[in-house]
């Protein structure tokens, strides 16, 4: 009865550690799939990043475009690629330190959050932050959100907050002004007079004398009398 239990409990664990074994290369595969077709799409020149630990840290800091904003506001943390990827590697090594290794371990989880959620807002605007709340409750769920996504057009959204939209409009206003009808109107209206004033200025010239030299005509010509006629 005793060798029955325990062979169903080792069948069980076994089973257990099977399938989270499957899902984590599942996992694996989708992320690393998503992160180099984005990569091949923005153009990254390390795209195959994506397949090897650590590096593919790195190349998800490249396609956040290096900078990671702090919450809401508009401070950056620069150096994203340095920092997911040398960051991982320190955070490994120190996690079994007391205290310290803690402090950095979770500073590193809150910064890889920002970073996700920067990810997400690049791909996906609209579903960002519920992409984000499912990936940190059920992480599970971040190599499918980014396999969704992986064909999208990234859209920086950090240039609205920092009004870069609201003057590339009035630039575009200021350029349609120049180029209005009423423009073209005036402008065309200054060519005509000025066209009509050089035509006047033709006209008003005076008219350049007549030659001296005149060709008579044959019937002005008088007629040559016959004086060779002999007289009878």
Request: charged share 15%; with cysteine; aromatic share 14%.
């Amino acid at each position: 009865m005793e060798e029955t239990a325990l062979g169903a409990i080792i069948v069980f664990f076994s089973a257990f550690i099977f399938f989270f074994v499957i899902l984590a290369i599942v996992m694996y595969v989708f992320t690393a799939l998503s992160l180099y077709t984005m990569a091949k799409n923005k153009g990254c020149e390390h795209s195959w990043f994506a397949w090897i630990p650590f590096l593919n840290a790195y190349l998800e800091g490249e396609l956040i475009g290096d900078t990671v904003p702090l919450f809401s506001s508009d401070v950056d943390i620069p150096y994203a690629k340095w920092v997911l990827s040398i960051g991982s590697i320190i955070v490994a090594a120190l996690v079994q330190i007391p205290y310290i290794g803690w402090v950095i371990s979770v500073l590193f989880v809150i910064y890889g959050y920002l970073t996700m959620y920067r990810l997400y807002r690049l791909y996906n605007s609209e579903r960002a932050v519920l992409f984000t709340v499912l990936s940190i409750i059920f992480s599970v769920c971040m190599p499918f959100f980014l396999f969704s996504m992986r064909n999208n057009d990234p859209v920086e959204y950090r240039d609205s907050l920092k009004g870069t939209e609201h003057d590339a409009s009035n630039t575009n206003t200021t350029s349609d002004a120049y180029y209005s009808p009423q423009a073209d109107s005036s402008a065309s209206d200054v060519s005509d007079a000025q066209f009509t004033d050089v035509k006047d200025d033709v006209n008003a010239a005076p008219a350049a004398p007549a030659s001296d030299v005149t060709l008579d005509s044959p019937a002005d010509k008088p007629e040559d009398s016959d004086d060779s006629t002999p007289q009878a």
